[in-house]
């Protein structure tokens, strides 16, 4: 069964430094996998998706996240954080068994100090 | 493009009573989720639509719990009766044919269960 891991609920870092949220998976098949960021008072928007392509995946506003299959991790990156990028994170994952449901983490949210 | 409409965005009643939330999604379209948050943790999938069909529904409370897809366009979730526990924000997204493709989420519907 699938499911989801992101170590940390709460990340903060000052304006400029790296941004790293982690994110473990568990699949029995090869997995799609997505970020997805949440912003205050906005619904659920996506990052960035996974899909057995490249293994660097770059997203929307500076971000980008390296699948590693020998770590089943998804890890998402920043270099340099901005004020704007406070929200909350969700990983998510979807197999092929199953119909492909997509199964979502607790989210990490990120604080970000000027 | 008009985005995933919910209403209503809030809703307070007491334990027993009923409530319907509505969602019409991004028009086109063929898959249409049903997401319940609770606070702290990430997005749980309770049913999942492909037109007019539930593809899955394992993790919906279907003694409680219902929802429908009319014509494969606009959905209701329905709970009855209401306990304590069902607060949440509850989400719906669409998505143009699978959970492979991007989610688009509409605002949510925070219920809270006196």
């Known amino acids: 069964a699938q499911s989801v891991t ?48 490249a293994t660097l995946v770059k997203g929307i506003n500076g971000f980008e996240a390296e699948f590693k299959k020998s770590e089943t991790s998804f890890h998402l990156t920043k270099p340099s954080a901005h004020m704007s990028d406070a929200a909350e994170y969700f990983c998510a994952v979807s197999e092929g068994t199953g119909g492909f449901k997509t199964i979502f983490g607790a989210g990490t949210r990120l604080f970000v100090k000027a | 493009e008009a985005g995933v409409a919910q209403s209503p965005r809030y809703k307070i009643i007491e334990k027993r009573q009923s409530v319907a939330f509505w969602c019409n999604p991004i028009s086109g379209h063929a898959t249409l989720y049903w997401y319940q948050q609770i606070l702290g943790q990430g997005p749980k999938l309770l049913i999942q639509f492909q037109n007019n069909g539930v593809v899955d529904d394992s993790q919906l409370p279907k003694d409680r719990f219902s929802a429908e897809r009319l014509k494969g366009v606009d959905s209701t979730l329905k709970i009855q009766p209401a306990k304590l526990e069902d607060s949440a924000v509850y989400l719906c997204a669409s998505s143009f044919y699978s959970p492979l493709d991007e989610q688009f989420f509409g605002p949510g519907t925070r219920l809270t269960v006196l």
């Open chain 1, 6 to 53: 992101q170590l940390g609920s709460h990340v903060s870092v000052s304006e400029g430094a790296l941004v790293l949220l982690r994110c473990n998976y568990s699949s029995s098949v090869p997995p799609y996998l997505f970020w997805y960021v949440q912003y205050p008072n906005q619904g659920l928007q996506l990052l960035l998706k996974y899909t057995s392509a």
